[in-house]
């Protein structure tokens, strides 16, 4: 679960790295857009699977991963719609988790879609 709020946080960074990288006002919008309600989920997951449990000790100044930063946000989306399938399938998830967990999953297939527009 901790590697999903990395990958969450580091293809927000990406998306903004995109934005103020181009020069077309209609991309820069779009990557706006996919940056979009990142936030909200990472701070789900983290209050909804590690602050329940009272494992904050996790969290650190580095859980921005540097290599999980991908300008490509095709691949970046894949990749998180792979992880949050693995993460639906394994058998220590609750009810609740899953069902954050396919919230962000559809957000993440319409990312998808709009990456594709990029």
Known sequence: MYELIQHLIAFKYACKINHWSTNQYSKHLLFDRLSEDIDTWVDAIAETYFMASDNKSVFNPNILNERFVNRDLIKSSEKIISLLEKLQNDDDTNEGINSLLS????????????????
């Open 103 to 118: 919230a962000i999953e559809e957000g993440f297939l319409n990312k998808l879609a709009l990456a594709k527009l990029s």
